[in-house]
């Protein structure tokens, strides 16, 4: 080429004189002609210009050849000032980029469609005309050229219309490839000089240019493949520039203008490297930056799918390279994957498919976890894409832990909910939140038959034996919830986990009772979950004391949900009931301790039925009054069912309590009780007098202890006996105990105390009613003689209250008087029937009657008749006995 001023100035100021004419008075007709070129009449004018000044100059070319390359001169003149002018307003960057851009790729097409050079050199007929024509063709592609280092020169980022013109390039084999070659070799040469002078630089689309110039090393036009690999030259060192990690010598501005000094730096990569795409790979992913050499292989993942078979085969071997080589600097993992899936599943037949397979192998070896966690990602029940993408992943061995891992960390999840870690975007196909976790059960079928993957589980099967039982008790409560049909790859997971553990036994085992069917039906996830854990233990598994250490170390440090407590639990106890028929270790009561003062009512009330399945190995410990008092703390809680099921489990533990250690906490545990029999809810209240009935039974000969107690008592059963509901006709007689207690009931009705006299009074009218077939004759005559002297008191309503039960003694005596036959009948039929008691009393209608019989004299003060109402006015639900309550 000819030398050349700046390259920052016009291209028409580097034109030769034609003829006898000067540049400035070609240019002055050029630019006029520019102006006014798109314009039917004056592109008309233009067209005789030319032809008229060709004549006077003697020029015999054809006109058709004047018109194409004046008209892509002037046309290129014009947009060049449009771009420029541009370049000068404060139009919005990304607008004037874009805009710009469109302008570059019209002219691009018509300047980079023109005859090659030697058919516009054929154009004369004698040498003075083709060197014209040579000069003006030669200015078309230098103003090009220059408007494109001008765009840079003036913003580094608009680097970027290079990569659309090695883009442009491709798109029709009838451009001049080698000449759009020359000048984005030329402009890089530019960039590069000028980025040694600039400590930073904003050039975001580096690794894109990167990829397309390295499809283009392997043109089949060798100067191409030499343009492009100068090119390539150039740009890693823009990209050495920015990497900091590369040490990199800026020169001096003197030392910049050496030529030798640019050449030995800039020549990064062998000069002849046509179909050597390794060390390409090698050097891109040395040289760049994680963003963009993943950009990098972005473009050439797109690329793939090129209607071009040369383009899309070198895109997959470069592509291969440079992850065998540095796909752990590779950063949008995720979007990678993703963009494979898209592809395989839109074309099944897609001609890269292996490559795309490769390309998964490739990304879990160098960030498994990542790459898991999108595979995850993708709708359930899996697809055949998404089964081949599993099973390329499955192939590397090297990274089968971290997998194992990973999954096992998604399968601790709860489908349906929507986590903090998760990527945003979800495309589930059976629900619209997390359904990770089903697919990792789903996985676990493709991952673990593996033998390199069959290794490893050995390792890990507690904790998967565990995440599966989870997620067997979520999928048994989402369908439930939806009411949708029921998953079936929990199942699975647990057939494949078990088989390739050794376990193939249980497998078989849990087949013979018909475990695996029962999944496609409405399963309790308690069910499921004890089977499992009871057929390991018939099966005396290997796993158990790794399994047993595992359940017992994620009890201790706590799961995050309580349906995580819940497995826990329900696995757990089935273990324990299973090995240890004898007793417990004392680590082992403690996690039930502290489960029974869960937060949780759910997890409480699991671990009080627990407890209550084991009563007879907890019973045999030697601290279990430790476990009691938890027990005992939970009648307290606000939720009834925990309460009643922490009274029934009290219940069987008792029940098979050795005696003497029963009489260190019978005081504690009947304490207990009294504020349930005063509870709000009737079942509540009727339990917990029913136990505490059955606790005096059990503790008969240690009554002595328990007598303060059943006279604090008093007061809550009274009120009890006189409720209306229909409960008080299922509160048994206590045989063996009810003579004593009407006896020692007896002793109060001397009592001095209004109030404790009064309960005294209700409760022998209650304990004769329903345990009259149990006195004798001469015991009621004593009772009659008691009540009457209590008839005779001054107080109106213990006078009328005795009076009732006076009546009731005389009408069991009168039953006692009958036949020897007739009372040992009624004995025997009271044994299997309770009797429906009544209220006796009606103490709220006895109050009002005394309270109208009452005379108040004129005379009487107003504060004397307070005092005197104030004496009978009782609440309707809750009598003021607790004033004089002992």
Partial sequence: MKNRKSRDSLAVTRMKTVGSKTVTQYRQALGAAGELRKKPVTKYIFLQVIKSRAAREKFPSQE????????????????????????????????????QLEILELSFRSVFSLPDLSTVQALGRNSDNAEDLENLYEN????????????????FYKIQILKEMAMWINQNKQYLQERAMTIITRVLIF????????PSIDAPCLGLLVAELSLLCSHKNPSVVQLATTGMNYLLYIGICQNSNIEKHRPSVGETDNPKVIASEFELLPKDIQGDRNKIAKSVGQILLPTFLTDFVWTLLKKLSSPDDETASEAASLLTLTLEYHAQKITMVSKIVDDIYEQLTWNSSHTMKDVLLRVISLLIRASPKKVIFQLMEFPVPADEALLLMWQAASTESSVAPQVLKTILSILKGKPGELEETLVERRRFSLDATNLMPVAASQALCTFLPVNSYRKVVTKLFPEFLMALMLQLFYCSQLLKDTGKDRPLYVRDGLKVLLNCSGLEEVHDALEKKNFWDQFSQVMDHQYGIQVIAKTLSECNFPQFPETLHYVYKIAVEGPRRSEDSIVTIIFFAELLNNFFKESLPEEFLVLFRNWINDSNPSVSKMSL?????????????????????????????????????????LRNI????????????????????????????????????????????????????????????????????????????????????????ISDTLGFLGS????????????????????????????????????????????????RLAEITHGLFKEIAYQIASSTIKQTFRRWVKMFHTKKLKPIYDLANIIKEIMEDLEVSAEDSLVDFANKKSKYTFENHHLSLTSDHV
């Fill in 752 to 799: 001095s105390r209004y109030f404790l006299k009064r309960g005294a009074i209700i409760l022998v009218g209650y304990l004769g009613k329903s345990g009259a077939h149990l006195l004798l004759r001469d015991e009621v005559d004593v009772m009659i003689e008691v009540i009457e002297r209590v008839a005779r008191d001054e107080d109106p309503l213990n006078k």
């Fill in 191 to 198: 960039a590069a000089k000028r980025v040694r002078k600039y």
């Fill in 140 to 155: 078309i592609f230098n103003m090009y050229e220059d408007t494109l280092i001008i765009l840079v020169s003036k913003d």
């Fill in 654 to 741: 008792l029940s098979k309590l050795d005696k003497a250690m029963y009489s260190t906490v019978c005081v504690r545990i009947a304490s207990s009780y009294c504020p349930l029999m005063d509870h709000v809810n009737g079942g509540i209240q009727c339990m917990a007098i029913r136990h505490f009935g059955e606790l005096l039974v059990d503790m008969n000969q240690y009554k002595w202890m328990l007598n303060h107690i059943i006279l604090g008592s008093l007061v809550p059963m009274i009120l009890f006996l006189e409720s209306t509901e229909t409960r008080i006709a299922n509160l048994p007689s206590y045989e063996s105990y009810i003579t004593d207690l």
């Fill in 64 to 99: 058709f050849e004047a018109e194409m390359l004046m008209d892509a001169y002037s046309g290129l003149l014009s947009d060049q000032s449009i771009i420029l002018s541009m370049n000068s307003s404060f139009v919005d960057p990304l607008l004037q980029f874009e805009s």
């Fill in 609 to 649: 039925q627990k407890i209550a399945s084991m009563a007879p190995v907890f019973s045999k410990i030697e601290s279990v009054c430790n476990l009691l008092l938890p027990i005992l703390d939970a009648f307290l809680s606000k939720e009834h069912t925990v309460i009643i099921r922490a009274m029934l489990t």
